[in-house]
C-alpha cells in the first residue's frame, strides 16, 4: 500500500518488525475497564490462555483492557519460558498523551490513525473484541467493513463474553432482516463466552499458531 512521506516511514516501521509474524491475534477493547475488576482478569487469562496456544497478541498497546491483553501473555512467556510469540502494542499518539502498557515486547507508536488501522488489518490473523466504548466500535466498523469487500481475507473476528449480545442481536434482526447485510457478512461474526470457544474458533479459521514443545 501506498502512503505519503511520514504516513510511509510509519508503515514501513511496523512492517520491520511484524514481518514473519503469523500467529497474530488482535485484542480490541476500552482503556477504561478497571485492573481489579472481573473483566480485566477474564481477559488477562484469556490471551495467558491464547499464549499457551502458540498464538502472539497484538493491541492498541495502552490501559485496560489492552493492557490485560498484553499483561496475559507477558505472564504466560515468563512463566512458561515461550518462545515464537510477542505482546505487541500500536500506540497512537493523543493530545493527552496515551501511554505504552509496561507488558510489551515489541512497542510501536504512530501519528495517524490510519497506518495503525492498516498494521492492525495487515499482521493479524484474527481478531477478538472485549467490552469497549466508541473507539472499540470505530475498531469493529472498520474490520467488519474490510473483510466484508474483500480487502481482508477472511478471518475470525469474535464478540467475546457477553458485553455485545445486544448489538449482535440488533444486526442480526436489524440489517439482516432488514437485508442490509447479507447471510455471509452476517456469518462473518463470531461469538464466543468461553476460552476454548475462542480457542476453537481459531483453530478452525486460518491462523496458523506457533507449536510449543
Known sequence: MEFGVGFSDE??????KLDGYNNIVSVFGGTRIQSD??????????????????YSIMTGGGSGAMEAANRGLFLAK???????????????????????????????????????????????????VVNGGFGTLDEI??????????KKEKVPFIFYGDYYDELYKWIETKMLKECLIGKDEFGIIKTAKTHDKVLDILKHGIIKPIHHK
Open 11 to 16: 508503515f514501513k516501521n511496523a512492517s520491520s
Open 37 to 54: 475488576s472481573y473483566i480485566y482478569n477474564d481477559i488477562q487469562n484469556l490471551c495467558y490462555s491464547l499464549a499457551l496456544s502458540g
Open 78 to 128: 515468563q512463566e512458561h519460558n515461550l518462545e515464537g510469540i510477542s505482546s505487541i502494542g500500536l500506540n497512537i499518539k493523543l493530545p493527552f498523551e496515551q501511554e505504552f502498557n509496561s507488558y510489551l515486547d515489541i512497542p510501536l507508536e504512530f501519528s495517524h490513525f490510519a497506518i495503525r488501522k492498516q498494521v492492525f488489518l495487515d499482521y493479524s490473523q484474527a481478531f477478538i
Open 141 to 150: 466498523g472498520e474490520i467488519l467493513v474490510n473483510i466484508a469487500v474483500l
